[in-house]
């Protein structure tokens, strides 16, 4: 039985177009399965490896099948022979009976068949599989998706494979993803890519089949206590807290009010942006309860030549753009370093020279390393020796902290560098919630959009020497008595 299936194989390769074939088809089988048992047992771990593998040996084993009928054709063309007499040229009368469906020759042909096509399929799995994973989306191109990948992996959704939000369910987003895959990697092998990658991504599924796969908003409710501690640039690094109550809710029935509010199946609030970079809003409306729309139009804009967009319906990524790859303000990320204790508050002037050591500008990624380092123990040797000698390892400590903030967000081979990426949530200067919630924002009665801060929290403590301070009794001689009554009062009738 094997010499009969091996002469079938040596009668497919009766040319070089065959032979070719033959060779391609059967070493890229024997490769790819030797190189499938090592990626399984852990010998290969790459992401460039698993390109090699599910890309090129299932390309060239495609190839080598074609070839190999190709090669019959040329040889029919050559020889004037029909591929009867071919057939009964190169087989025994045993392989070839009257009728070929049920020859043996036909039973070879089925069989050798049948191991492709099951070969294709099992390696065609394996590929999406593997093409699926968080390991290959983010180090597979890693010059381009390195700073994705590494704020992924210390993002609140590490646990969440990429293709969950960036693909979708279904057939056509399984397509669309592999196209603009294929896209993708020509820019990156011709250099075509825009640096940094812009932003907001279109191709994005909409938020409604993804993240709210898991985040249903219909069950938002209640409070969140947030306390955020900052600290000064002084010798102590004073600590301030600011203390929210947030308000995670859809809000009452009747009653705009709660995070959550804009997203609720039961409201809808659409917008324009300029250059559909959803930042400068041009108008804004939201949905009443008699199904009209009240418009709130930007005045700032009014009259100035604009690019807008297609009226979009706001959804989560519109607040939470960066809810996975997310990039640090530099004192905010110093203020939770210092607050998790990975940062030593004791050391005097810590945040005012750890804030110069981090946004200095540094030409590549390993001169800021370096350049963190000498700034930190350069200050300490000069300002303070005794403690260069006592507290070497806080120092130290607080160096390697420093050059992991550094290493999050800033990536010079991208043009990423701080505020390049700004976050919607919360309100710093013009981005965030006060893109809609200022005064520009008038509808046709006059109004105004609400900024009023308790619509979705409210303030226990506002850099003050306490997270709780404003539940105290107010002080009729503080000068703040009036704002911090109000405050006070908000909060214990919000429940």
């Given at each position: 039985?094997?010499?009969?299936?091996?002469?079938?194989?040596?009668?497919?390769?009766?040319?070089?177009?065959?032979?070719?074939?033959?060779?391609?088809?059967?070493?890229?089988?024997?490769?790819?399965?030797?190189?499938?048992?090592?990626?399984?047992?852990?010998?290969?771990?790459?992401?460039?490896?698993?390109?090699?593998?599910?890309?090129?040996?299932?390309?060239?084993?495609?190839?080598?099948?074609?070839?190999?009928?190709?090669?019959?054709?040329?040889?029919?063309?050559?020889?004037?022979?029909?591929?009867?007499?071919?057939?009964?040229?190169?087989?025994?009368?045993?392989?070839?009976?009257?009728?070929?469906?049920?020859?043996?020759?036909?039973?070879?042909?089925?069989?050798?068949?049948?191991?492709?096509?099951?070969?294709?399929?099992?390696?065609?799995?394996?590929?999406?599989?593997?093409?699926?994973?968080?390991?290959?989306?983010?180090?597979?191109?890693?010059?381009?998706?390195?700073?994705?990948?590494?704020?992924?992996?210390?993002?609140?959704?590490?646990?969440?494979?990429?293709?969950?939000c960036h693909v979708g369910e279904g057939a056509g987003a399984l397509v669309d993803s592999k196209l603009n895959g294929l896209w993708q990697m020509v820019?990156?092998?011709?250099?075509?890519?825009?640096?940094?990658?812009?932003?907001?991504?279109?191709?994005?599924?909409?938020?409604?089949?993804?993240?709210?796969?898991?985040?249903?908003?219909?069950?938002?409710?209640?409070?969140?206590?947030?306390?955020?501690?900052?600290?000064?640039?002084?010798?102590?690094?004073?600590?301030?807290?600011?203390?929210?109550?947030?308000?995670?809710?859809?809000?009452?029935?009747?009653?705009?009010?709660?995070?959550?509010?804009?997203?609720?199946?039961?409201?809808?609030?659409?917008?324009?942006?300029?250059?559909?970079?959803?930042?400068?809003?041009?108008?804004?409306?939201?949905?009443?309860?008699?199904?009209?729309?009240?418009?709130?139009?930007?005045?700032?804009?009014?009259?100035?030549?604009?690019?807008?967009?297609?009226?979009?319906?706001?959804?989560?990524?519109?607040?939470?753009?960066?809810?996975?790859?997310?990039?640090?303000?530099?004192?905010?990320?110093?203020?939770?370093?210092?607050?998790?204790?990975?940062?030593?508050?004791?050391?005097?002037?810590?945040?005012?020279?750890?804030?110069?050591?981090?946004?200095?500008?540094?030409?590549?990624?390993?001169?800021?390393?370096?350049?963190?380092?000498?700034?930190?123990?350069?200050?300490?040797?000069?300002?303070?020796?005794?403690?260069?000698?006592?507290?070497?390892?806080?120092?130290?400590?607080?160096?390697?902290?420093?050059?992991?903030?550094?290493?999050?967000?800033?990536?010079?081979?991208?043009?990423?560098?701080?505020?390049?990426?700004?976050?919607?949530?919360?309100?710093?200067?013009?981005?965030?919630?006060?893109?809609?919630?200022?005064?520009?924002?008038?509808?046709?009665?006059?109004?105004?959009?609400?900024?009023?801060?308790?619509?979705?929290?409210?303030?226990?403590?506002?850099?003050?020497?306490?997270?709780?301070?404003?539940?105290?009794?107010?002080?009729?001689?503080?000068?703040?008595?009036?704002?911090?009554?109000?405050?006070?009062?908000?909060?214990?009738?919000?429940?």
């Open positions: 039985m094997l010499k009969r299936y091996l002469h079938f194989i040596k009668v497919v390769s009766n040319n070089w177009w065959g032979k070719l074939g033959v060779i391609l088809a059967t070493s890229s089988f024997i490769t790819l399965i030797i190189l499938e048992l090592a990626r399984l047992v852990g010998i290969i771990t790459s992401s460039y490896a698993g390109l090699v593998t599910y890309l090129l040996f299932p390309a060239l084993f495609v190839i080598g099948l074609i070839l190999i009928p190709i090669g019959w054709f040329k040889l029919k063309k050559q020889t004037g022979k029909t591929f009867e007499e071919l057939l009964n040229q190169e087989f025994d009368k045993d392989d070839i009976s009257a009728s070929f469906l049920g020859s043996k020759l036909f039973r070879y042909m089925v069989i050798f068949s049948i191991i492709n096509i099951v070969f294709l399929l099992a390696i065609s799995s394996q590929m999406l599989g593997f093409m699926d994973s968080a390991k290959f989306c983010g180090t597979a191109c890693h010059s381009v998706m390195n700073p994705e990948w590494v704020t992924y992996q210390q993002s609140p959704h590490s646990r969440v494979a990429c293709v969950q820019s990156v092998t011709f250099d075509l890519l825009e640096r940094p990658i812009p932003t907001p991504v279109h191709q994005l599924r909409p938020a409604r089949e993804t993240c709210e796969k898991c985040h249903w908003p219909d069950k938002f409710y209640g409070s969140r206590l947030k306390t955020i501690a900052h600290y000064d640039l002084d010798e102590a690094n004073t600590p301030k807290y600011s203390t929210l109550n947030l308000k995670i809710d859809v809000g009452q029935e009747n009653k705009r009010s709660g995070i959550h509010w804009h997203i609720a199946t039961k409201n809808e609030v659409r917008y324009v942006s300029v250059d559909d970079k959803r930042k400068d809003i041009i108008w804004a409306e939201a949905i009443q309860p008699d199904g009209s729309y009240d418009r709130y139009i930007n005045q700032t804009l009014t009259g100035i030549m604009t690019s807008p967009t297609d009226p979009r319906s706001m959804d989560c990524v519109d607040c939470h753009n960066r809810a996975t790859h997310i990039y640090e303000n530099p004192g905010n990320a110093i203020d939770k370093k210092i607050y998790d204790g990975l940062i030593n508050a004791s050391l005097p002037f810590i945040k005012r020279e750890a804030l110069k050591a981090i946004s200095s500008g540094y030409p590549d990624k390993n001169s800021g390393l370096e350049g963190i380092n000498n700034h930190i123990l350069g200050f300490y040797q000069r300002q303070y020796p005794e403690l260069v000698r006592t507290k070497t390892f806080v120092i130290d400590s607080a160096i390697t902290a420093l050059q992991e903030i550094y290493s999050r967000n800033i990536h010079p081979e991208m043009n990423i560098t701080w505020g390049t990426y700004a976050s919607h949530i919360g309100h710093t200067g013009t981005t965030g919630c006060f893109r809609c919630h200022n005064n520009n924002m008038v509808n046709k009665d006059g109004n105004t959009i609400s900024s009023d801060c308790a619509l979705c929290h409210s303030i226990l403590s506002d850099k003050q020497k306490t997270p709780f301070q404003y539940l105290t009794v107010p002080d009729t001689s503080d000068v703040n008595y009036e704002m911090h009554k109000y405050l006070r009062d908000e909060f214990l009738n919000s429940f």
